[in-house]
Structure formats: C-alpha cells, structure tokens
C-alpha cells in the first residue's frame, strides 16, 4: 500500500522560509514523478513543482526562484523548501507520486492532477502579510 504523509508546515510571516516534506512508502515505480501541489481555500488545485526518477526537477512559474524541490532516495523523502514566502503562497499542500508522465507539462506549463495516481493528505502552510 502506497503511503504519503506530509509533514513540516505551519505560519510563518511574508518574506520568511518553511520546508515541508513528505515521507512516501510503498511506491514501487522504478521511472516516477514526484511533485507538490497546493490548494487555497476557494480555488483550484495547482502544481507547485515536481521532480523525476533522473532528477529533473521543474517549477511554476509563481514560485520559480523561491522554492526548491529535492528528494532523498535511499530515505524515501521528498521535500519542498520554500524561500521568500509570501500571503499568496497560503494553502494546503499536498505531496503527489505518479508514473514518469505524470512530469509532463501541459501547452499551457502546468501539471495534470489525474496523472498523478498518489496523494498525501496535505499539510498548511499560512503566510501572514
């Protein structure tokens, strides 16, 4: 059974740093997506960032610059460090794992949610102005 938990996020004021990550168990897929997506209250899902089995990992252009995705493969940990946080960046994130395609972006540079088969239950992160 695959497993995502979440952890490591909370309030921080604008301008500061948080990283969140995401301990993934049961993921057998030898060529895989990993990623993060967020979700604001009244809107709708987006990725954040992702990263695959090469190590290429790909941003939105919202946090390109300010966030960083890594992940450690002999822990099995994904992690999302976020720089420079601001007000807007507020939301539930979620921890995502899929097949290779799942990486692919669409004509318009964002990540198709149903690609990814994976879903951790999620972890705030508040940004404070």
């Known amino acids: 059974q695959v497993q995502l938990v979440e952890s490591g996020g909370g309030s921080v004021q604008a301008g500061e740093s948080l990283s969140v990550s995401c301990a993934i168990s049961?993921?057998?897929?030898?060529?895989?997506?990993l990623g993060w997506f967020r979700q604001a209250p009244g809107k709708e899902r987006e990725g954040v960032a992702s990263i695959d089995s090469d190590g290429t990992a790909r941003y939105a252009d919202s946090v390109k610059g300010r966030f960083t995705i890594s992940k450690d493969n002999a822990k099995n940990i994904l992690y999302l460090d976020m720089n420079s946080l601001k007000p807007e960046d507020t939301a539930m994130y979620y921890c995502?794992?899929?097949?290779?395609?799942?990486?692919?972006?669409?004509?318009?540079?964002?990540?198709?949610?149903?690609?990814?088969?994976?879903w951790g239950q999620g972890t705030q992160v508040t940004v404070s102005s």
């Open positions: 049961g993921f057998s897929y030898s060529v895989y997506c």
């Open positions: 995502v794992a899929g097949p290779h395609s799942a990486c692919l972006l669409s004509v318009g540079g964002s990540w198709y949610p149903r690609r990814f088969n994976y």
